[in-house]
C-alpha cells in the first residue's frame, strides 16, 4: 500500500525552478515531522528539508538548498511540497518524501534523523543540467 506519492520532478537547466509535490494519507500527513531527502546513486541519502507541524511548522534546511529552497504544505490536500528555485547541477537526485514516527523536535529539525523516518514515497527524479 503506498502511503506517499511524489511528482513534479523533471529535467531542468541551471537556474530554473521545479515544485515537487507528496501527496498522502491523513494518516500519514497527521505526522508531526514531515521531510524531503534526496540521494545521488553511490552516496547516502541526505535530508534536504523538514517541517516540525507540532511548532509553527519550524523548518530545517540543508546548508547548500538555503534561500533556495522552501517546504510547505497543505492540511486540507494532505500535500507536502518542496519549491525549488536556483536549481544547480549538484541539485540533481531522487528526491523522496517522508514522514517522521515520533515527535522529537531535535530529530526532526535540530538534525533530522533519518531513523525517525519510517514512511517513505517512491522517489521523484530531478536532473539539473548545465
Known amino acids: 500500500q503506498v502511503q506517499l506519492l511524489e511528482s513534479g520532478g523533471g529535467s531542468v537547466q541551471a537556474g530554473g525552478s521545479l515544485r515537487l509535490s507528496c501527496v498522502g494519507s491523513?494518516?500519514?500527513?497527521?505526522?508531526?515531522?514531515l521531510g524531503w531527502f534526496r540521494q545521488v546513486p553511490g552516496r547516502e541519502r541526505e535530508a534536504v528539508a523538514t517541517?516540525?507541524?507540532?511548532?509553527?511548522?519550524?523548518?530545517y534546511y540543508a546548508n547548500s538548498v538555503k534561500g533556495r529552497f522552501t517546504i510547505s504544505r497543505d492540511k486540507a490536500k494532505n500535500t507536502l511540497y518542496l519549491q525549488m528555485n536556483a536549481l544547480k547541477p549538484e541539485d540533481t537526485a531522487m528526491y523522496y518524501c517522508?514522514?517522521?514516527?515520533?515527535?522529537?523536535?531535535?530529530?526532526?529539525?535540530?538534525?533530522?534523523?533519518?531513523?525517525?523516518?519510517?514512511?517513505w514515497g517512491q522517489g521523484t527524479q530531478v536532473t539539473v543540467s548545465s
Open positions: 517541517l516540525y507541524t507540532l511548532r509553527r511548522d519550524d523548518t
Open positions: 517522508s514522514a517522521g514516527s515520533t515527535g522529537s523536535y531535535r530529530m526532526c529539525v535540530d538534525t533530522p534523523d533519518q531513523s525517525n523516518f519510517r514512511t
Open positions: 491523513e494518516e500519514t500527513f497527521r505526522s508531526y515531522c
